[in-house]
């Protein structure tokens, strides 16, 4: 596994008729992931009908949380970072 038992996951999904801004979504997925220890980037783009949301954590279920409480979502993507997936085959 990698480093501590962490698995980070990309989870990148679209909030459609979001009741908020995609900076307030940004804010609020920043908060939220803040302190745990294999969160990576954050972004979220987009305004209006549709945002765009890509973070890196260890906790998918939190960010797809957030989204959800943003508006409905579609393309939902949650899968094993890349780098993890190379570094568990290597060890």
């Given at each position: 596994?990698?480093?501590?038992?962490?698995?980070?996951?990309?989870?990148?999904?679209?909030?459609?008729?979001?009741?908020?801004?995609?900076?307030?979504?940004?804010?609020?997925?920043?908060?939220?992931?803040?302190?745990?220890?294999?969160?990576?980037?954050?972004?979220?783009?987009?305004?209006?009908?549709?945002?765009?949301?890509?973070?890196?954590?260890?906790?998918?279920?939190?960010?797809?949380?957030?989204g959800r409480?943003?508006?409905?979502?579609?393309?939902?993507?949650?899968?094993?970072?890349?780098?993890?997936?190379?570094?568990?085959?290597?060890?």
């Amino acid at each position: 596994m990698s480093r501590a038992g962490v698995r980070p996951y990309r989870v990148e999904y679209l909030v459609a008729d979001a009741v908020c801004s995609a900076d307030a979504l940004r804010r609020e997925l920043a908060a939220s992931l803040a302190d745990e220890p294999g969160r990576g980037a954050i972004a979220v783009a987009g305004d209006g009908p549709l945002i765009k949301v890509h973070v890196v954590t260890t906790r998918p279920e939190a960010a797809l949380a957030i989204g959800r409480a943003a508006g409905a979502l579609l393309d939902v993507i949650v899968e094993l970072r890349p780098s993890a997936v190379a570094h568990e085959r290597a060890a």
